[in-house]
Nanobody, 117 residues
Framework: QVQLVESGGGLVQAGGSLRLSCAAS????????MNWYRQAPGKQRESVAT???????GYADSVKGRFTISRDNAKNTVYLQMNSLKPEDTGVYYC???????????WGQGTQVTVSS
């Protein structure tokens, strides 16, 4: 298990940018995947972006070309750079870590992102 703390959320106008951070309680160098999810009001939690221990990335179609996930192993931190934000990006953003393939996931407490039109 690993403890995760998200930060960087806030209120931004459509077209603006935010960078979310996810600080882990231990080294992330060997963590299998680090992920960002989001949950909009009244909707199910959905995967937004993934980064593997090897640095491979994946994105939901709705954020491709606008969001970038990255990791700084020296700081035990994963980032989500969000550009060209849209009102539909509004929600609580959660960081998630899967330490080993098929293992249990650890979750952060979430950070609110609100995009006004």
């Amino acid at each position: 298990q690993v403890q995760l703390v998200e930060s960087g959320g806030g209120l931004v106008q459509a077209g603006g940018s935010l960078r979310l951070s996810c600080a882990a309680s231990r080294s992330i160098f060997t963590i299998y995947t680090m992920n960002w999810y989001r949950q909009a009001p009244g909707k199910q939690r959905e995967s937004v972006a993934t980064i593997t221990s090897r640095g491979s990335t994946g994105y939901a179609d709705s954020v491709k070309g606008r969001f970038t996930i990255s990791r700084d192993n020296a700081k035990n931190t994963v980032y989500l750079q969000m550009n060209s934000l849209k009102p539909e990006d509004t929600g609580v953003y959660y960081c998630n870590a899967v330490v080993t393939p098929g293992g249990d996931a650890s979750w952060g407490q979430g950070t609110q992102v609100t995009v006004s039109s």
